[in-house]
């Protein structure tokens, strides 16, 4: 069955730092992925996408995310975070066959920025 | 403002209530996809619409929920005889047809049930 995986519930970066969130996934085809950021109470904002080609995918906010798909990884990073980044990260896989949209989110990731 | 819509922002009701939330897409779009997110969790798909047909439901969409997609514009999903473990937060998403191309998010609708 397609799954995604976030193994960090919970991280706490200082301003400034460098960001990597990591996302595994399980999908039996060429899959079609995402990294969401929702803030508190709101809805889901896309940051970046894969489909297929180059395995580096550059998205808003500076955000950039790298395709390994001898891992079965998707990892979210930032090179240097601001304090407007603290939020819930979702990453997620579209599922569904022709439904791409049909998305399987993981748990998430909860970002803290400490000044 | 042309993205997607979603009414109420927050809904509190009684056990037994049933609600009507509504979700109205962007316009170009014929895609329409239902989620529940509750706390500490990532969002689950419920189901989704390509313009009036509704073209998968999941098995988390009991008897007690239905969706419609009248004209294949906006969207409506009722929840009859709430439950507490109904309480969550209820997103709408729209898109294009199928293909490389990605969903965009309403705020959603909050649900607390007492």
């Known amino acids: 069955a397609q799954s995604v995986t976030q193994p960090d519930i919970h991280i706490t970066v200082s301003e400034g730092a460098s960001l990597e969130l990591r996302c595994n996934y399980s999908y039996g085809a060429t899959p079609y992925l995402f990294w969401y950021v929702q803030s508190p109470g709101q809805g889901l904002q896309l940051l970046l996408k894969?489909?297929?080609?180059?395995?580096l995918v550059q998205g808003i906010k500076g955000f950039e995310a790298e395709f390994k798909r001898s891992q079965s990884s998707f990892n979210l990073r930032k090179p240097s975070v601001h304090w407007s980044d603290a939020a819930e990260y979702f990453c997620a896989v579209g599922a569904g066959g022709g439904a791409t949209n049909k998305l399987i989110f993981g748990t998430g990731t909860l970002l803290a920025v400490q000044p | 403002d042309t993205g997607v819509s979603q009414d109420p922002r927050h809904k509190i009701t009684k056990r037994g209530q049933n609600v009507t939330f509504r979700c109205d897409p962007i316009?170009?779009?014929?895609?329409l996809y239902w989620y529940r997110q509750t706390l500490g969790q990532g969002p689950e798909f419920l189901t989704y619409?390509?313009?009036?047909?509704?073209?998968?439901k999941s098995r988390l969409l009991s008897d007690r929920f239905s969706a419609e997609r009248p004209k294949g514009s906006f969207s409506t999903l009722e929840i009859q005889r709430t439950e507490q473990g109904d309480s969550a937060m209820y997103l709408c998403?729209?898109?294009?047809?199928?293909?490389?191309?990605?969903?965009?998010f309403g705020q959603g609708t909050r649900l607390t049930v007492v």
């Open positions: 316009s170009e779009h014929n895609r």
């Open positions: 998403a729209s898109s294009f047809p199928a293909g490389r191309t990605e969903a965009f």
């Open positions: 894969y489909f297929s080609g180059d395995t």
């Open positions: 619409f390509q313009n009036e047909a509704q073209l998968e």
